[in-house]
């Protein structure tokens, strides 16, 4: 008869491995990822080298391009942006209709193939995450090691399925990126051998409460990433605009505004997510220790979170707040979520010290 501890310990092993070789393939997933955006900008150029008949012609190019993707329009109704943003305009007038789409056809060859690489890591993340669960008999989110092990899984999950609405593969090595980082940290500085839940965490609320706090977190990192790219855009098409001809992987995404119109949706559905986080959390800590709110040091970063958020939904729809204010704080709301867990968890004592280091 197989001794528990020993297909405990066995189990953990091989999640530990499994682990290790998602890692590397995140890894060579970035590099791929890395090496589409660097190809981009010299691909654009030479493209539109192909296309002119002298020098001064493909300049005359390049130069059209990038005004339109500064949000010059050319022609009479059509507007092409750098990377496939096509805006059909019909009518005339006060009647005027447009219909946008996002299509991006400036990749390299390295883009499908780290795609790929990213699904492949993505369901040996999974493997890891689920052998893990199986040695602890439970959910596998109960200290900083595993939450951010299943963090960092339903992060790039997001990243892979909402390539069904949209086309935001140019994040991929942000994603990458950012899975390789997190869990090298978490596999270097938190990692604990596997225990059983401390009481306050045997609930079902903690499999709801963590699990929409994760799926919340995966939103708000794509939005924080749209926003980050919306700040570089907007420095070069101001560049643009003052008369300088710029190259580089940014000529190659889409305009600042339409960057800034993704973030904003897709951070409103991280948004909701968190503040089910918020309540659920309330409901459990009534559960837990019979009331719903305490001021504990976690509960107010949760609350400084959800008002960050709040703050940059309602600015984004107030006049003067578009632009670089909203993108600067999309970019702290995910500081705050990243001071939250990285910091907060480890650092500072209070009912919600789980870490387990």
């Known amino acids: 008869m197989t001794d528990p501890v020993s297909l405990t310990q066995t189990l953990s092993d091989w999640s530990n491995l499994v682990l290790y070789i ?37 300049t005359a190019r390049v130069r059209e391009r990038e005004l339109v993707g500064a949000g010059v329009t050319t022609g009479a109704g059509v507007q092409v942006g750098d990377a496939g943003i096509t805006t059909s305009r019909v009518g005339g007038g006060d009647g005027v209709t447009a219909s946008t789409r ?72 942000f994603v990458t990126g950012f899975a390789t980082l997190s869990l090298g940290i978490a596999t270097i500085g938190f990692y604990v051998g596997v225990a059983p839940l401390q009481p306050a965490l045997q609930s079902v609320w903690l499999v709801i409460h963590v699990f929409v706090a994760s799926v919340s977190t995966g939103f708000l990192t794509l939005g924080a990433g749209l926003s980050i790219l919306q700040l570089l855009q907007q420095r070069r098409e101001a560049a643009v605009r003052a008369g300088t001809t710029t190259r580089g992987p940014l000529t190659a ?28 959390g309330a409901v459990w800590a009534e559960r837990a220790w019979g ?40 970019i702290v709301g995910f500081a705050t979520v990243l001071f939250n867990f990285g910091i907060v968890n480890v650092f500072f004592k209070g009912l919600h010290a789980y870490s387990g280091l």
């Open 253 to 280: 995404l889409p305009p600042a505004e339409r960057l800034e119109d993704l973030a904003f949706r897709i951070n409103i559905i991280g948004f909701i997510l968190w503040t089910f986080t918020l309540v659920a």
């Open 291 to 330: 009331r719903y709110w305490g001021w504990d040091t976690k509960e107010v970063w949760t609350f400084i979170i959800w008002v960050v958020y709040a703050g940059y939904l309602h600015a984004r729809g107030t006049r003067g707040w578009r632009g670089s204010p909203s993108a600067w704080l999309s």
């Open 102 to 173: 996002w299509r991006d056809r400036s990749t390299t060859k390295s883009l499908p193939v780290a795609m790929v690489l990213t699904a492949v890591a993505w369901l040996f993340h999974l493997a890891a995450t689920v052998l893990r669960g199986v040695a602890a008999e439970r959910v596998p989110w109960s200290n900083m090691f595993e939450f951010w092990l299943t963090a960092t899984l339903l992060i790039v999950f997001v990243f892979l399925a909402i390539q069904l609405w949209q086309d935001l593969r140019f994040l991929g090595a």
């Open 22 to 58: 998602a890692i590397a393939i995140y890894a060579a997933a970035f590099l791929l990822f890395t090496l589409d955006l660097a190809g981009r900008g010299s691909k654009e150029a030479k493209q539109a080298s192909a296309q002119g008949n002298s020098a001064l012609g493909a």
